[in-house]
């Protein structure tokens, strides 16, 4: 069993930047961040291989939020910039092994909220 620990969401004015970090308490393939907002699904933001840091970013953050990984403390983070309104949501980190060459999510944070004001 993984547990995975997130923090640094808060609240921030819209064009700020926050930085979101995930621990993980073990090894995994693949880590990546997901958000719902209110009265919304949940929905993908960006992943990362841990084996080899091929990223993907989902294109609603691409050129604004950049994931990247420190394998040696076993932490993700995800670098958030130019933040709008509606990035305002739960962040989750997520982590997990691999089916057929992609990402499974076997293990999931307990979120961390990030709000934008406008």
């Known amino acids: 069993q993984v547990q995975l620990v997130e923090s640094g969401g808060g609240l921030v004015q819209a064009g700020g930047s926050l930085r979101l970090s995930c621990a993980a308490s073990g090894r995994t393939f693949f880590m990546g961040w997901f958000r719902q907002a209110p009265g919304k699904e949940r929905e993908f933001v960006a992943r990362?291989?841990?084996?080899?840091?091929?990223?993907l970013h989902a294109d609603s953050v691409k050129g604004r939020f950049t994931i990247s990984r420190d394998n040696a403390k076993s932490t993700v983070y995800l670098q958030m910039n130019s933040l709008k309104p509606e990035d305002t949501a739960v962040y989750y980190c997520?982590?997990?092994?691999?089916?057929?060459?992609?990402?499974?999510?076997?293990?999931w944070g307990q979120g961390t909220q990030v709000t934008v004001s406008s």
């Open positions: 990362i291989a841990l084996s080899d840091g091929n990223t």
């Open positions: 997520a982590a997990g092994g691999m089916n057929w060459g992609s990402p499974r999510w076997d293990y």
